[in-house]
């Protein structure tokens, strides 16, 4: 939002790391001219906060960051990429940082953002508690449905399945959809070949896998099944299946009496 309407404080600047590999600028220099413009090194004595979206696009990016960490005891860098696995932090980067994963959003956070109804701090936790304790919350959930004013539960539940990311608050349902395939053809024909080196082969296979994955009741996707249905080895599957997990475009839980299943 502070992007958007260009409402950044002093002490903050926002930049692209595509832009920068673009025109063929070094991070560490434009901190420097930072040093310049706001006439003291910017993150030694006073605060400052540096943002990077796709900072995957700068060489080298992990020793840069470091240096910047190492040598500027009061800069907050916060760093963003479109690619999860590219994101993947080195050991001396990682000891040195904390990890944020933007989720989809919450049905409520959808119910307030996308049809202007909040549900209250104090029912939410009800209902989180008995679901948690195994308790059927009838009457909490009649309480939401009072809350929300409609009868087409079914309707607003479904549109939220298929558009639960920010996306979709800003374009049509068409222009979701395909965004949604652009951002998986990119992961699996772009992020697997070059940060895990899958061949051409496997990525074929990894996106007829997401299409059966989209379409199958998740307790119906068996790692025997779907190997013989693409053909390769139960290890190739798990393999896929793992990138998948670390690319954030499935989530792994743990399945009672039995290993780990989408």
């Known amino acids: 939002q502070l992007v958007a309407k260009k409402q950044f404080p002093s002490n903050a ?4 790391g595509d832009e920068l590999a673009a025109n063929n600028i070094d991070l560490l220099g434009l901190v420097e001219a930072l040093d310049k413009i706001n006439r003291e090194k910017v993150g030694v004595k006073n605060k400052y ?10 060489s080298n990016w992990p020793l840069k960051i470091k240096v910047l960490h190492d040598t500027r005891p009061n800069l907050l860098i916060v760093i963003t990429s479109s690619s999860a696995l590219a994101l993947a932090f080195p050991a001396d980067i990682a000891r040195r940082s904390a990890v944020i994963t933007a989720t989809p959003l919450t049905f409520r956070e959808y119910l307030e953002i996308k049809h202007g109804t909040t549900i209250p701090d104090n029912l939410a936790k009800k209902m989180r508690a008995a679901f948690n304790s ?17 009868k087409n539960l079914e309707g607003i539940l479904e ?15 068409g222009e979701y959809d395909a965004a949604m395939k652009a951002v998986t053809r990119k992961i699996d024909y772009e992020d697997f070949p070059k940060h ?7 990525l074929v296979k990894a996106e007829q896998l997401i ?17 013989n249905h693409l053909q390769l080895s139960k290890d190739s599957v798990s393999k896929i ?6 690319s954030l475009l499935i989530n792994g839980v743990m399945a009672e009496g039995r290993k780990k299943s989408v």
Do not use: H, W
């Open 13 to 16: 600047f926002f930049v692209r």
């Open 49 to 58: 906060l540096l943002l990077v979206d796709e900072i995957t696009q700068i």
């Open 134 to 150: 195994g308790i059927n919350p009838l009457q909490e959930f009649a309480q939401a449905l009072a809350v929300m004013k409609t």
């Open 159 to 173: 549109d939220y399945l298929k558009e639960d990311m920010p996306l979709s608050l800003k374009v049509s349902a």
């Open 196 to 202: 895990a080196r899958l061949d051409s082969n496997l």
């Open 211 to 227: 299409f059966i994955l989209t379409r199958v009741p998740c307790d119906g996707v068996r790692l025997e099944s779907l190997a």
């Open 241 to 246: 299946l793992n990138l998948f997990e670390q």
